[in-house]
């Protein structure tokens, strides 16, 4: 299930927007954007940009300029600098405050007076109606100004929003009640109130309904932004890891502090107590401990000295620390986070795609019905009060604002989340994927395993000794990057350095074989021996099956062939992660077959199986056989989940439904995964199954709430069941629910 990685797209750009009130905003600016010659747009409504692709960036003054045909605003999006967007979110929150603000103060004695005299005759005055009036016309005029406003523009520009709905409700409803009080006369019945009938001559009673309408909507529409801006903090919290500094040390010993973007790979930079490491590196001088919980979610401080390799975004706690920088930029790990983060909420899920088209739509649909069921009423009896009143509430009742937040607010926070805990999600895809799995398949070393191996033994046949072997077998592995070469080059002794080996062959899966010294040597597994024709003498035989026994069951044998004679077998040995046996057991815990995928032997691959606990073990796969494996187990039925490492299993990692790359250096955003985990501990693999699950759980009930909402509520409103009132407080508080269920994923705690 591999799809193209956001990150390696052709050219494109993002574009901050500004003015945008709804889900069918972003769908016109979508659409203009689009008309562009070879461009290829995507709005996010949550996010508020706009994914621009197919256009140069030295271009982008006409996507802009399309954008401002389209009455709204747009900036090019500077990751470095998200000023802009901040600067309209908080002009957005100001206005929205102001006017809510002054529309619950004159509301609250509007809803008073108007409600008592209307429902209480004897309590009216001279001259009553007029005060009503005078109380509502600032609120349907300067505080349900950007409603208005933006039906302007859309009807300028050929498009309706939701703001065309409260827009033509609150209006109707305002002037409604202005022709009523004008040339109803004051012995004409009362108005339906959704529960009953107010007594008559109460032709004020609509102003409620337009100055209530405004006041939720207003209250509506400022805590979904303020919500909404707070589910793009979590979701930008690995970015704000980046320093905008670093403390550059000169080579005559002075400290001089530069921007960021001026460090390059090699120089020396200083990173005090209690600061942030500038980029990834190597510690060159000092001592301390790195917090990296805010990245990863790792809680315990690592101690860190000369050679220790720090990354780019972590804290230092204590000693001063002299860094080599290596990864400068956008090439450091929490650049590559927080660029991967970013780029998930672009990869609009098919669900989200529906909706968007559903929203293009529904706004001309819900006008049309509302013009018919105020038709049908009135054909079928009812007063004229009556008939606007049912058409007003469906008016408003049916505004899918809650539908179009469903999906983008969940994922936002969601992936935010994961981020905050070393769990990188890509997209929607994932999630979906996550939550359909039934098998999760483990790579063994670097996996399972620490990846990092060492000679444990050396077993020779009669007229050789270990210090003869191991030169000759490291001069065959000379120059190779498996870790079973590196083991054997770290066990050789400085004093016996290996000899030069000519005619290298590498036998992938098995082994190599070079001339050393004139004297042709195979090093590799026990099948290199049996392809070779070179039988593996009972002494060694023994020696390997008695090791495979005694070991803790990661363990592998590598046999040494010198001139066609079988002539020592070497056991190298990986430690198991401790985190391996817990994790395996979590996740049987959720239902789910655990597998462990190897090329060791059956006898190695079983006893590290039944170390860690998995199910079931497949063994001596060949690296290229890994994907073939995924799919067999695929063709039985099996959703699979691949969690591994290497580059080795990018093969399998594309090919599983769902691919967990477990990543312990920089290489973060070209990995063929779906979900990259930061933290070498494998609990994380658990954490980030649960993450995800719980994502799609949150998008389903978003889902389900919005459009039940919309299915239920717009019979009611049409039957006459509905207050207009009602239905604005409803809607309103529809959007608010969806947001604030979205915001529950903060809360979300990984099992360690």
């Given at each position: 299930?591999?799809?193209?990685?956001?990150?390696?797209?052709?050219?494109?750009?993002?574009l901050?927007?500004?003015?945008?009130t709804?889900t069918?905003?972003?769908v016109?600016?979508e659409?203009?954007?689009?008309?562009?010659?070879?461009?290829?747009?995507?709005?996010?409504?949550?996010?508020?940009?706009?994914l621009?692709?197919?256009l140069?960036?030295?271009?982008a003054?006409e996507?802009?300029?399309a954008?401002?045909?389209?009455?709204y605003?747009?900036?090019?999006?500077?990751?470095?600098?998200d000023?802009?967007s901040r600067?309209?979110?908080?002009v957005?929150?100001?206005s929205?405050r102001?006017?809510?603000?002054?529309?619950?103060?004159?509301?609250i004695?509007?809803?008073d007076?108007?409600i008592?005299l209307?429902?209480?005759p004897?309590?009216r005055?001279?001259?009553?109606?007029?005060?009503?009036?005078l109380?509502?016309v600032?609120i349907v005029?300067?505080a349900?100004w950007?409603?208005h406003k933006?039906?302007?523009r859309?009807l300028?520009?050929?498009?309706?929003?939701?703001?065309?709905?409260?827009s033509?409700?609150?209006?109707v409803?305002?002037?409604?009640?202005?022709g009523?009080?004008?040339f109803?006369?004051?012995?004409?019945?009362?108005?339906?109130?959704?529960?009953?009938?107010?007594?008559a001559?109460?032709q004020s009673?609509?102003l409620?309904?337009a100055?209530g309408?405004?006041?939720?909507?207003l209250?509506?529409?400022?805590f979904?932004?303020?919500s909404?801006?707070?589910?793009?903090d979590?979701?930008n919290?690995?970015?704000?890891l980046?320093?905008?500094?670093?403390r550059?040390?000169?080579?005559?010993g002075?400290?001089?502090?530069?921007?960021?973007?001026e460090l390059?790979?090699g120089q020396?930079?200083?990173?005090?107590?209690?600061?942030?490491?500038?980029?990834?590196?190597?510690?060159?001088d000092?001592r301390?401990?790195?917090?990296?919980?805010a990245?990863?979610?790792?809680s315990?401080?690592v101690?860190?000295?000369?050679?220790?390799?720090?990354?780019?975004?972590?804290?230092?706690?204590s000693?001063?620390l002299?860094?080599?920088?290596?990864?400068?930029g956008?090439?450091?790990?929490?650049a590559q986070?927080a660029a991967?983060?970013?780029?998930?909420?672009?990869r609009?899920?098919g669900?989200?795609?529906?909706?968007?088209?559903?929203?293009?739509?529904?706004?001309?649909?819900v006008?049309g019905?509302?013009?018919?069921v105020?038709?049908?009423?009135?054909?079928?009896?009812?007063?004229p009060?009556?008939a606007v009143?049912?058409?007003?509430?469906?008016?408003?009742?049916?505004c899918p604002?809650?539908?179009?937040?469903?999906?983008?607010?969940?994922?936002?926070?969601g992936?935010?989340?994961g981020?905050?805990?070393?769990?990188?999600?890509?997209?929607?895809?994932?999630?979906e994927?996550?939550g359909?799995?039934?098998?999760?398949?483990?790579?063994?070393t670097?996996?399972?395993?620490?990846?990092t191996m060492?000679?444990?033994?050396?077993h020779?046949?009669?007229?050789?000794?270990?210090t003869?072997?191991?030169p000759?077998?490291?001069?065959?592995?000379?120059?190779?990057?498996?870790?079973?070469?590196k083991a054997?080059?770290?066990?050789?002794?400085?004093?016996?350095?290996?000899?030069?080996?000519?005619?290298?062959?590498?036998?992938?899966?098995l082994?190599?074989?070079?001339?050393?010294?004139?004297?042709?040597v195979?090093?590799?597994?026990k099948?290199l021996?049996?392809?070779?024709g070179?039988?593996?003498p009972?002494?060694?035989?023994?020696?390997?099956?008695?090791s495979a026994h005694?070991?803790?069951?990661?363990?592998t044998?590598v046999?040494?062939?010198v001139d066609?004679?079988?002539i020592?077998?070497?056991?190298?040995?990986?430690?198991?992660?401790?985190s391996?046996?817990?994790a395996?057991?979590?996740?049987k815990?959720?239902?789910?077959?655990t597998v462990?995928?190897?090329?060791d032997?059956?006898?190695?691959?079983?006893?590290?199986?039944?170390?860690?606990?998995?199910?079931?073990?497949?063994?001596?796969?060949?690296?290229?056989?890994?994907?073939?494996?995924?799919?067999?187990?695929?063709?039985?039925?099996?959703r699979?989940?691949?969690v591994?490492?290497g580059?080795?299993?990018?093969?399998?990692?594309a090919?599983?439904?769902?691919?967990?790359?477990v990543?312990?250096?920089t290489?973060?955003?070209?990995?063929?995964?779906?979900?990259?985990?930061v933290?070498?501990?494998?609990?994380t693999?658990v954490?980030?199954?649960?993450?995800s699950r719980?994502?799609l759980?949150?998008?389903?009930?978003?889902l389900?709430?919005?459009?039940?909402?919309?299915i239920?509520?717009?019979?009611?409103?049409?039957?006459?069941?509905?207050?207009p009132?009602?239905a604005?407080?409803?809607?309103?508080?529809?959007?608010?629910f969806?947001?604030?269920?979205s915001?529950?994923?903060?809360s979300?705690?990984?099992?360690?």
């Open positions: 299930m591999h799809h193209p990685d956001p990150l390696t797209v052709e050219e494109s750009f993002e901050d927007l500004g003015g945008m709804c069918a905003c972003a016109a600016i659409r203009k954007l689009n008309r562009l010659q070879g461009v290829n747009a995507s709005v996010n409504y949550a996010t508020e940009r706009a621009v692709t197919g140069p960036v030295a271009d003054s996507a802009i300029a954008v401002e045909r389209a009455g605003t747009a900036a090019v999006h500077d990751p470095e600098d000023e802009w600067r309209a979110a908080a957005r929150l100001s929205l102001r006017r809510l603000t002054v529309s619950a103060l004159l509301t004695p509007l809803c007076l108007t008592l209307a429902l209480v004897d309590y005055f001279p001259g009553w109606e007029i005060v009503c009036v109380l509502a600032p005029t300067w349900a950007p409603f933006a039906t302007l859309n300028r520009y050929g498009s309706l929003s939701m703001d065309t709905l409260i033509l409700g609150a209006a409803s305002f002037l409604w009640a202005i009523a009080m004008i109803a006369p004051s012995e004409s019945p009362g108005f339906w109130l959704g529960f009953g009938r107010t007594p001559g109460a009673i609509y409620d309904v100055a309408m405004i006041t939720f909507q209250a509506g529409r400022y979904e932004t303020r909404r801006r707070r589910a793009g979590v979701l919290a690995i970015a704000s980046a320093v905008k500094d670093a550059i040390l000169a080579e005559d002075t400290e001089r502090i530069v921007p960021i973007g390059r790979p020396l930079f200083v990173v005090k107590p209690g600061e942030v490491v500038a980029a990834d590196g190597i510690v060159d000092g301390s401990t790195i917090d990296a919980s990245m990863t979610g790792e315990l401080p101690e860190v000295g000369p050679a220790s390799p720090v990354t780019g975004g972590t804290l230092n706690s000693g001063r002299v860094v080599a920088a290596q990864h400068v956008a090439n450091t790990k929490v986070m991967l983060a970013d780029a998930a909420q672009r609009k899920a669900v989200q795609r529906f909706v968007d088209r559903v929203s293009a739509v529904f706004v001309p649909v006008i019905l509302a013009l018919i105020g038709v049908v009423w009135a054909l079928a009896g009812a007063t009060g009556q009143s049912n058409a007003i509430a469906v008016l408003i009742i049916a604002c809650a539908l179009g937040l469903a999906t983008p607010t969940a994922l936002m926070v992936v935010g989340r981020g905050q805990l070393g769990i990188l999600i890509k997209g929607q895809d994932a999630l994927a996550s359909r799995i039934d098998t999760v398949v483990f790579d063994k670097g996996t399972i395993t620490t990846g060492q000679v444990d033994s050396v020779t046949v009669a007229g050789w000794h270990q003869e072997v191991l000759m077998v490291a001069a065959v592995e000379t120059g190779s990057e498996h870790v079973i070469a054997i080059m770290a066990a050789l002794n400085p004093e016996s350095p290996a000899p030069a080996a000519t005619g290298f062959r590498a036998l992938p899966g082994g190599a074989r070079a001339l050393v010294q004139g004297r042709d195979i090093v590799g597994n099948a021996m049996a392809s070779s070179l039988p593996v009972s002494v060694l035989e023994d020696a390997a099956v008695s005694t070991a803790s069951g990661n363990s044998q046999f040494a062939a066609g004679a079988v020592a077998v070497i056991r190298v040995r990986d430690e198991i992660k401790p391996a046996a817990p395996v057991t979590l996740l815990q959720m239902g789910l077959k462990l995928l190897t090329g032997t059956a006898a190695a691959a079983q006893t590290v199986g039944n170390a860690v606990g998995v199910d079931a073990v497949i063994d001596e796969v060949l690296p290229e056989q890994k994907a073939a494996r995924i799919e067999q187990l695929q063709a039985e039925g099996r699979v989940a691949m591994g490492d580059i080795n299993d990018s093969a399998a990692l090919t599983a439904n769902l691919g967990l790359a990543v312990t250096g290489d973060i955003a070209m990995k063929s995964a779906d979900i990259i985990l933290r070498d501990d494998l609990r693999v954490d980030a199954i649960r993450l719980k994502t759980g949150t998008i389903r009930m978003n389900v709430w919005a459009f039940g909402y919309n239920a509520a717009i019979p009611l409103a049409a039957f006459g069941l509905l207050n009132l009602i604005a407080a409803a809607m309103a508080l529809s959007s608010v969806v947001v604030s269920n915001l529950r994923l903060r979300f705690e990984p099992t360690n």
